[in-house]
C-alpha cells in the first residue's frame, strides 16, 4: 500500500522567511497530493491541492510542486507569519474508487515573530 | 462548503467500556472514512465505510474491536470496543463532500481512555 515519508518533522523559521516541507510517496499510482494545516487542538484543513497532471500550483503565499518521476512532493510557504504557525500534512491517493487519503508524518511549524 | 459534525466531541472512559462515535454529513455522500490520530502523531486511517457495504478496514484494525455502521449516506458512527487506555486518541470522520476528492473533517472525538 501506499506510504508517505514528510520531512522535517519541525520547522523553525524567523517570520517573513521562507519555509519548505518535502513528501516523498511510494505508489507510483498516486495522483492526488493535498497539504492540510492542522492547529492546535482544531481539525486538519485543506489549504492546497495538486493533481498528476500538473507540476507547481501557487495560492498567494503558498505553492505546491510535484515531481512524478522521483515521486516527491513539496509545500512552499512564503514571507511567512506567525498565525502560519501549525502542524502541517502531506497525504496522498489514488483516486477512484477507493479515494483514501495516506497521510504523512507532520511538520511542526515555528514561526518566531 | 458541506459540514460534518461528531459527537462526542470528547469522553472520558473506563477501560474495558465500548463507546460509539456518531459522524453526520450535512450532504449525500458514497464514502466517508474514519482516521485515529493519537497525541502528537498524524492521521492513520482506520477503515472506509460505504452505505450498503461492509466497511473495509485497513491493516492493523479489525471490526471485532471497531464496529462501522453506515445506514444511509449521510451517517456512520465508528464504536471503539473494549477499551483500553492505548484507544485514547482522537478519532476523526471524513468525507469528499465536494466530489472532487478532497477530505472534510470533522471536528473529532477525543476520547481518554483510564
Known amino acids: 500500500g501506499e506510504n508517505v515519508e514528510q520531512h522535517p518533522s519541525t520547522l523553525s523559521v524567523q517570520e517573513g522567511d521562507s519555509a519548505v516541507i518535502k513528501c516523498t510517496y511510494s505508489?507510483?499510482?498516486?495522483?492526488?497530493f493535498p497539504w492540510y494545516k492542522q492547529e492546535l487542538g482544531k481539525r486538519p484543513q485543506l489549504i492546497i491541492d495538486i493533481r498528476s497532471n500538473v507540476g507547481e500550483k501557487k495560492d498567494q503565499r503558498i505553492a505546491v510542486t510535484l515531481n512524478k518521476t522521483a515521486k516527491h512532493f513539496s509545500l512552499h510557504i512564503t514571507e511567512t507569519q506567525p498565525e502560519d504557525s501549525a502542524v502541517y500534512f502531506c497525504a496522498a491517493s489514488t483516486g477512484g474508487a477507493t479515494n483514501k487519503l495516506i497521510f504523512g508524518t507532520g511538520t511542526l511549524l515555528a514561526v518566531q515573530p | 462548503s458541506a459540514v460534518i459534525s461528531q459527537k462526542p466531541s470528547r469522553d472520558i472512559c473506563q477501560r474495558g467500556t465500548s463507546l460509539t462515535i456518531q459522524c453526520q454529513v450535512d450532504s449525500q455522500v458514497t464514502m466517508m472514512f474514519w482516521y485515529r490520530q493519537q497525541p502528537g502523531q498524524s492521521l492513520t486511517l482506520i477503515a472506509t465505510a460505504n452505505q450498503g457495504s461492509e466497511a473495509t478496514y485497513e491493516s492493523g484494525f479489525v471490526i471485532d474491536k471497531f464496529p462501522i455502521s453506515r445506514p444511509n449516506l449521510t451517517f456512520s458512527t465508528l464504536t471503539v470496543s473494549n477499551m483500553s487506555p492505548e484507544d485514547s486518541s482522537i478519532y476523526l470522520c471524513?468525507?469528499?463532500?465536494?466530489?472532487?476528492?478532497?477530505?472534510?473533517f470533522g471536528a473529532g472525538s477525543r476520547l481518554t481512555v483510564l
Open positions: 471524513s468525507a469528499d463532500t465536494s466530489g472532487a476528492n478532497v477530505l472534510t
Open positions: 505508489d507510483s499510482a498516486s495522483n492526488y
